[in-house]
């Protein structure tokens, strides 16, 4: 199944820190949610796909993501996830299982790191949905380089909210 990858990072390709966004943007959450959520086919959906502390960072009343199929990759085969969610060893098994779901339109992965090293390099990832902030948040978590076959395609004017600067870019493999 082909998929993007779908974050928000500083200026030193910075995702994360302490488990949790450096950044409050409701206009990114909004462009987020709009993005992973959106299909064109009737009786369709995407699927997010994270790892383990991805899914952890995410408030507990917030989750699982509503409308979309929500995995969770971890190596632990006793991690105990929700009814409707599913749970994979690998981001290979994952694609791999999704694949044969019909009603899927689209699959995104949302994080953490790790997984997106794994995914960005691998033939299936056609696209990077990347919000650019600006400035530097001293991140402990960072997006890995963008590979050169990936070229930038979109990118929106810059908005502003709560003092950061940020732009949508969609990146495309060539």
Known sequence: MDFALIAACDK????????TLPWHLPGELAYFHRVTSEV?????????????????????????LPGRLNCVITRDENYPVPDGVLRFSSLEECLAGLDKDATLEKA???GGGELFRQAIAME???AIYLT???G???????????PQEFNKNTESEVQEENGAKYKFV?????
């Open 170 to 174: 969609v990146y495309r493999r060539q």
């Open 132 to 134: 650019e902030v600006e």
């Open 124 to 126: 299936g990832c056609e």
């Open 136 to 146: 530097i948040f001293n991140c402990d978590t960072f997006f890995p380089p963008l």
């Open 108 to 110: 995104y992965i949302i």
């Open 12 to 19: 030193e390709m910075g995702i994360g820190k302490g488990g």
């Open 40 to 64: 064109a086919g009737v009786q369709k959906r995407n699927a997010v796909i994270m790892g383990r502390k991805t899914w952890e960072s995410i408030p507990e009343k917030r989750r699982p």
